[in-house]
């Protein structure tokens, strides 16, 4: 009978660069013993009748029967899309106006690794690290690019609180010679509640408090 070669099976890859596919040939015909020979990406073996462990690609086989008769199959191997990127930014806000103490740490997952990383700082300079300290506050912009060139971009605003002041709201001195019955008021503004205070002076009683009375 005339040799004929076909897959018996056909299995994918089951994940984006992932090697796990295989073919499985079908042989009728000819004259026995049969040799093959493939070609393709990721094969181990071209002279084996399967094949196994297969990343995506196109695989080839010529097929020789004992009388040299030949036949040649070919099939492609697909694989699906990478999965999507998946960031998660964790970002720490600059805890006084005009420090430099904030950060954004990133975990990624998703498409194709390895990643590289450009961030624009909001004075226009840039990084690639993947994490970033000793922030001011700003809007700092992230561009991921994986091994096969997709690319996920993002911005992130690191904040920071209004300027903490501190004045008085009322001054009231003492009412006579020797007495202590002065009292001082104070007024906060801006920083991140809640306040500490540290009283230096003399009568004070209680130097955490806001506001000082019997002075």
């Known amino acids: 009978d005339a040799l004929t070669l ?3 099976s056909v299995v994918n890859p089951d994940a984006y660069g992932a090697a796990n596919g295989a073919i499985t040939t079908l042989v009728s015909g000819g004259t026995a013993p049969y040799t093959y020979n493939w ?3 990721g094969i181990a073996d071209a002279t084996s009748a399967n094949q196994s ?18 036949a040649n199959a070919s099939v492609e191997l697909t694989q699906p899309d990478p999965l999507p990127y998946v960031v998660t930014p964790t970002l720490t806000h600059v805890s006084c106006n005009g420090d430099n103490n904030g950060a954004i740490t990133l975990d990624v997952s998703g498409s194709v690794a390895p ?22 506050a700003g809007v700092y912009s ?3 690019e994986d091994s096969i060139g997709l690319t996920y971009e993002a911005t ?3 904040t920071q609180p209004e300027a903490l002041t501190l004045s008085f709201a009322s001054v009231v001195n003492p009412d006579a010679y020797g007495a202590a019955n002065g009292a001082i ?3 906060v503004s801006g920083g991140t509640a809640p306040y500490t205070y540290n009283w230096v002076g003399h009568g004070i009683a209680d130097a955490t408090s806001a506001n ?4």
């Open 39 to 41: 070609v393709g990406e």
């Open 6 to 8: 076909n897959f018996a």
């Open 212 to 215: 000082q009375s019997n002075l």
């Open 115 to 136: 990643y590289t990383y450009t961030w624009t700082y909001p004075n226009g300079s840039t990084a690639t690290t993947k994490d970033l300290s000793a922030l001011t």
């Open 53 to 70: 462990n297969l990343p995506a690609g196109t695989y080839s086989v010529t097929l020789k029967d004992a009388n040299g008769c030949e």
């Open 185 to 187: 008021t104070t007024s």
């Open 156 to 158: 992130y605003t690191i």
């Open 142 to 144: 992230l561009k991921i």
